[in-house]
Structure formats: C-alpha cells, structure tokens
C-alpha cells in the first residue's frame, strides 16, 4: 500500500517555472517506477515523464528539454521541474507509482494553470 500527496501547482504566466513534489507514504519500498501525468478538462490524462528504479527517464515530447522528474529518497519524494511553462501546460497533474503485480497507486492531484 502507497499513499501520495502531490503539492506545488498553482496559477503562473507563461514562461514561468514551478516544480511539483509528490510525497510517498507506505510501502515505498516496493516501488518499481514514479511517473507524472496530467489532464486537462475534456481530455485524456496523458504521460508527462517517468522514472524508474534504475533512475532511467522518459519524457513526453510536448516536455523535452522543459521538465525533469527526479526523486529524493530520504525524503520520500518525487519531484517534477517544470521551466518554461506554456498555457498548454494547463492541467491536473498526477503522480503515480508501480508496484509489483501491475499495481498502479494515484495522487489526488495538484492544479497547474499558465496564463498566457
């Protein structure tokens, strides 16, 4: 069982930053891979960027160059960097952790608005 608290969204202009952290609590132990995704209202929740044990990162292209996943393990944390915000960016962002099984655990959620 992992719980998970996301925090830092909020309302920024464009080509702000902001960095999200995505507290873990539980079993973290068994974790196999942390990832962000968002979703804006009327679409799809879609993948922004992954990690996984062996620290290797996946990035959507919409984000390359603009975000970094990163964790900190003594803190329980995830982390996502987000420079150069655009409008587009506006969404629900989501943290999530693989466990074992196909087991998949979900935040709440934290709102990110980039006015342009």
């Known amino acids: 069982q992992v719980q998970l608290v996301e925090s830092g969204g909020g309302l920024v202009q464009a080509g702000e930053s902001l960095r999200l952290s995505c507290a873990a609590s539980g079993s973290t132990f068994s974790i196999n891979a942390v990832g962000w995704y968002r979703q804006a209202p009327g679409k799809q929740r879609e993948l922004v960027a992954t990690?996984?044990?062996?620290?290797?990162?996946n990035y959507a292209s919409s984000v390359k160059g603009r975000f970094t996943i990163s964790r900190d393990n003594a803190k329980n944390t995830v982390y996502l960097q987000m420079n150069s915000l655009k409008p587009e960016d506006t969404a629900v962002y989501y943290c999530?952790?693989?466990?074992?099984?196909?087991?998949?655990?979900w935040g709440k959620g934290t709102l990110v608005t980039v006015s342009s």
């Open positions: 990690l996984n044990r062996g620290d290797s990162t």
């Open positions: 999530k952790v693989v466990v074992p099984f196909g087991i998949d655990y």
